[in-house]
């Protein structure tokens, strides 16, 4: 379900609007034309994307976001996080945009954008995936953040800052993010080899998910780009941001299946166009 702007913020296209019956946070392109979608990751919120990434894009683009449900200005629910509920959402903003679009996911944003391309393959362009796991069991052992963690208060004084559900709500957004990341994704390599719509799997050489498992994402999906950044870790679109930026917009922009002078893994490919 999707109503029309209810608070305006800031300018006439950072707004919020009612997205599958709660008020959600977005930011709305300002006319038609190539669009990218900016799906940020889980503890985040949008305005970190757009801050990044928001002033390059905006050279060729226009440029949309929303907080998902429990992430910045956008308030939370009693259920629990899900990537199967956030790409419901995802899929409801877009058809309210009315347009196909470019993806662009960071983490829990980038698993996101991997089952959209999965279940609505008509409202997409091209995804660009940036630390992405299609399988919770791709990620390198790390300490939990909890409630208890170090630094726990002082992310409960920045979430606060923007959420609707004030600071008393902060843990509890922090326990179901761990709930969340602890049992999901639980995509196959079978399923991704599904996926239709052309894909960029971007990963930092230090990132949060196994080298050997973004790889194997790359090798499933059938028409995928890989780029490892080298000296880079899971904030590797804020550390290497015009390197990153180079290498998306020239996928984004460029020819399916890129021209290449010796073509090995993709030369079926081109014998068949």
Same mark, same amino acid.
């Not at 629910?77 to 199967?84: A, H, I, K, Q, R």
């Not at 004084?157 to 600071?167: K, T």
């Not at 922090?174 to 052309?198: D, G, W, Y």
């Given at each position: 379900?999707?109503?029309? &702007? !209810?608070?305006?913020?800031?300018?006439?296209?950072?707004?919020?609007?009612?997205?599958?019956?709660?008020?959600?946070?977005?930011?709305?392109?300002?006319?038609?034309?190539?669009?990218?979608?900016?799906?940020?990751?889980?503890?985040?919120?949008?305005?970190?994307? +757009?801050?990044?990434?928001?002033?390059?894009?905006?050279?060729?683009?226009?440029?949309?976001?929303?907080?998902?449900?429990?992430?910045?200005?956008?308030?939370?629910?009693?259920?629990?996080?899900?990537?199967?509920?956030?790409?419901?959402?995802?899929?409801?903003?877009?058809?309210?945009?009315?347009?196909?679009?470019?993806? @662009?996911?960071?983490?829990?944003?980038?698993?996101?954008?991997?089952?959209?391309?999965?279940?609505?393959?008509?409202?997409?362009?091209?995804?660009?995936?940036?630390?992405?796991?299609?399988?919770?069991?791709? +990620?390198?052992?790390?300490?939990?953040? *909890?409630?208890? &963690?170090?630094?726990?208060?002082?992310?409960?004084?920045? =979430?606060?800052?923007?959420?609707?559900?004030?600071?008393?709500?902060?843990?509890?957004?922090?326990?179901?993010?761990?709930?969340?990341?602890?049992?999901?994704?639980?995509?196959?390599?079978?399923? @991704?080899?599904?996926?239709?719509?052309?894909?960029?799997?971007?990963?930092?050489?230090?990132?949060?998910?196994?080298?050997?498992?973004?790889?194997?994402?790359?090798?499933?999906?059938?028409?995928?780009? @890989?780029?490892?950044?080298?000296?880079?870790?899971?904030?590797? !679109?804020?550390?290497?941001?015009? +390197?990153?930026?180079?290498?998306?917009?020239?996928? =984004?922009?460029?020819?399916?299946?890129?021209? *290449?002078?010796?073509?090995?893994?993709?030369?079926?490919?081109?014998?068949?166009?």
């Amino acid at each position: 379900m999707l109503r029309g &702007s !209810l608070q305006n913020q800031y300018d006439a296209q950072v707004t919020r609007i009612v997205v599958n019956d709660h008020l959600t946070w977005v930011k709305l392109p300002k006319k038609k034309g190539k669009t990218v979608v900016l799906l940020h990751g889980g503890l985040s919120q949008s305005s970190s994307l +757009l801050q990044a990434l928001g002033p390059r894009l905006h050279n060729r683009f226009e440029v949309a976001a929303f907080d998902r449900r429990g992430h910045g200005k956008t308030s939370d629910t009693d259920e629990p996080f899900s990537y199967d509920a956030m790409a419901d959402e995802t899929i409801a903003f877009i058809e309210l945009l009315d347009r196909r679009v470019y993806l @662009l996911g960071h983490s829990d944003g980038a698993n996101v954008a991997l089952l959209v391309a999965m279940r609505r393959p008509d409202l997409l362009r091209r995804v660009a995936l940036v630390g992405a796991n299609f399988h919770h069991d791709g +990620l390198v052992p790390m300490n939990d953040f *909890t409630p208890e &963690s170090e630094g726990f208060a002082e992310f409960a004084v920045e =979430f606060a800052r923007d959420s609707p559900d004030g600071v008393e709500h902060a843990a509890a957004v922090v326990e179901k993010s761990l709930a969340l990341v602890k049992t999901e994704p639980t995509l196959t390599l079978e399923e @991704l080899r599904v996926i239709s719509t052309p894909v960029l799997v971007m990963t930092g050489d230090d990132d949060v998910a196994r080298l050997d498992h973004s790889v194997a994402m790359y090798e499933a999906l059938p028409e995928a780009q @890989l780029a490892v950044i080298p000296g880079a870790s899971h904030g590797v !679109l804020k550390e290497q941001t015009k +390197l990153c930026m180079d290498i998306i917009e020239r996928f =984004f922009l460029g020819p399916v299946p890129p021209e *290449t002078r010796s073509p090995l893994r993709r030369a079926k490919t081109d014998e068949a166009t």
